[in-house]
Structure formats: structure tokens, C-alpha cells
């Protein structure tokens, strides 16, 4: 079986995980050196195509020492616990507020059935839990040295989740998960998409994290959906572009105390940046069907939120 396997800087590998069966759509990151780490894991159902594409590059599961999780949503870590049963000494770094929902899934996988639908949770495969002992809670600003030439660090990156993290490496690139949405790129145009779920989004933290990296000067963005950015500095500003209309969007709707026809304007917006993605059928079809949706219904809740934390103010 063939992988789509690149090394997109030195000793970092990207690695098509195959999410649901859609070939680019998700991407885990091996980072292989003395110690060895993977960045993002997948679902359950993609661990034997993560553990395939390991050996496929020479790499025993056995050695992988840290599993380092962006955030808890299934799509980047539900095949953790399935995969450390190949990974005896491997640690899960996992923010400590997301944490817990890897020892006990069980209120995770029900969030993110209303999020998405139970179909495409069954697609995800069963979370097996992760023990206490095999977990490290991180904060932000914790370094993980995985040799003399590579020392990752951790940043707390919010706004996706608060429970999301970034990760930096020596080289100049930095892991952002779905800090900046999705990123994909086809016959030399790229799509960048704001796809953040309920019931966590909040656009002004976004914006904030973006700026936190941005003060990095990253050369490349590492992104879970799908692959490497080298031109950083630019999707950044578009990523702030959009992000800034995003905001100003409900911000106008909350102000004029109507969310009515939002949706619709929503849709149409991410309809405009979808369109380099329209020759991938397969990747378009999933992304519109169940990531998009999820973040109209994100948007919506976190514009609720804003008109009635304004209410309250207004009474008191």
C-alpha cells in the first residue's frame, strides 16, 4: 500500500492520514529524531494507516516516545488510546483542560455527536481511553527536547478550543492544528477556511492566538487539515483578514439584535473560499457536508452568546 508520506523539513514528516477514508483531509506529523513524536494522531479508524506509514519509513511504533495532541476533538486525537497499545512508552501531551476527556471519553464523544451527527462519529471509531499515567497535562511554554538538534515547545493556543495547543520547532514551522481552520492547497491556489465548531468558538481569542504566533515569524504553518503552508507570513494576513470579518459579521447581527439570515450569509462566504477546493469532489463533498455546518452552528452559538452577555449589561 502506497502512503502519501513528505518530508516537509528536516526530520519532519507529514503523514495522510486517510480520515474517514477521504485522502487529504488530515494530517498527522511525525517528528523523528532521537526521540521521536507524532503532532496530532488522527481517529481511532486511521491508527493502522498512522502505524503502516510509520514502518513505511523505517520508524517501530514501539519508538515513539509522545503523542502531542492540538486538541481533544476526535479528528486529532480519538486514536490515541488505540494507538499507545502499539506505543508502550509513549506519553499523550494533551492540554490539562482537555486532559480528562481523553481518561474519560464519554462526554467528549457526546459533544461531538450534536456537533456532527452520529454518522460521521461512527466513521471516527470507538475512543479508547487513555490512562492517567500515560497522559502529561501541558499549559503552554513547556519544552519537549527530543534531541541535540530538535526541542519542540508547547504554546496555549485558544479560540478553536480552550483546550487547543501550537507547537514550535527549531526550524522555523510551527503546528497549529485548527488554530487558523483549514488550509488546502490544489494545482498551485490554496484554500484557507474558518471552520471552528460549537460550542467553544470565540473569534476575539482567535485573533489573539493569531497574533501570538504571528510574533513568532514562523517560516512554514504545519496544519492538521490538510499540510504545510510555506508562505506563513501571507496566510496569516489572510487568516487575520477573515477572522476580522468574521467579527465584524456578528458583531453587526448581535448590535442590530437580529441573527436572522445569518446563516444564509454565512454559507455564501464559505461557499467563495471553498472554490479552489471544488476539484477535489471527495474533500469538498465531507469539508461542506460536516465541517462547514458544524461551524455555521459554532458562529451561530457564539453570536447568541454575545447577544445575551449584552442583554445582561443592559439590565444591570
Not at 502505524?51 to 502531542?68: C, M, N, Q, T
Not at 488546502?184 to 474558518?194: K, N, P, T
Not at 481569542?205 to 504545519?222: A, S
Request: one cysteine or more.
Amino acid at each position: 500500500m502506497a502512503f502519501d508520506i513528505k518530508e516537509v523539513a528536516p526530520d519532519i514528516f507529514q503523514i495522510d492520514d486517510e480520515v474517514v477514508g477521504v485522502p487529504g483531509l488530515g494530517a498527522v506529523y511525525l517528528v523523528n529524531e532521537d526521540r521521536k513524536a507524532l503532532v496530532d494522531c488522527g481517529p481511532t479508524s486511521s491508527a493502522d494507516t498512522v502505524i503502516r506509514a510509520l514502518k513505511s519509513l523505517g520508524v517501530k511504533p514501539e519508538e515513539i516516545d509522545y503523542i502531542i495532541v492540538s486538541h481533544v476533538h476526535l479528528d486529532h486525537a480519538g486514536g490515541a488510546g488505540k494507538l499507545l497499545e502499539s506505543m508502550p512508552r509513549a506519553k499523550v501531551v494533551v492540554h490539562r483542560r482537555g486532559a480528562k476527556h481523553l481518561e474519560d471519553p464519554e462526554k467528549l464523544v457526546a459533544s461531538a455527536t450534536i456537533a456532527q451527527g452520529i454518522e460521521i462519529i461512527n466513521r471516527y471509531g470507538r475512543v479508547v481511553p487513555v490512562a492517567a499515567s500515560r497522559l502529561w497535562p501541558v499549559v503552554g511554554g513547556e519544552s519537549i527536547p527530543l534531541g541535540d538538534s530538535q526541542t519542540l515547545k508547547i504554546i496555549e493556543a485558544p479560540g478553536h478550543a480552550p483546550h487547543e495547543l501550537c507547537v514550535s520547532e527549531r526550524y522555523g514551522g510551527v503546528f497549529v492544528g485548527d488554530t487558523f481552520g483549514l488550509y488546502f492547497e490544489d494545482s498551485g491556489r490554496h484554500a484557507v477556511i474558518q471552520v471552528h465548531p460549537p460550542p467553544s468558538l470565540d473569534i476575539e481569542v482567535c485573533l489573539e492566538t493569531v497574533e501570538k504566533i504571528k510574533d513568532l515569524r514562523p517560516e512554514r504553518l504545519y496544519f492538521a487539515h490538510f499540510g504545510t503552508a510555506s508562505q506563513a507570513g501571507e496566510v496569516i494576513g489572510e487568516i487575520t483578514r477573515q477572522l476580522h470579518g468574521y467579527l465584524k459579521l456578528a458583531q453587526d447581527a448581535v448590535s442590530r439584535g437580529r441573527l436572522d439570515g445569518l446563516e444564509k450569509v454565512l454559507r455564501e462566504r464559505i461557499t467563495r473560499e471553498l472554490e479552489p477546493l471544488k476539484g477535489k469532489l471527495a474533500l469538498y463533498q465531507f469539508v461542506w457536508d460536516y465541517l462547514v455546518s458544524a461551524f455555521v452552528e459554532g458562529f451561530l452559538e457564539y453570536c447568541r452568546k454575545k447577544q445575551k452577555s449584552m442583554i445582561v449589561g443592559e439590565v444591570k
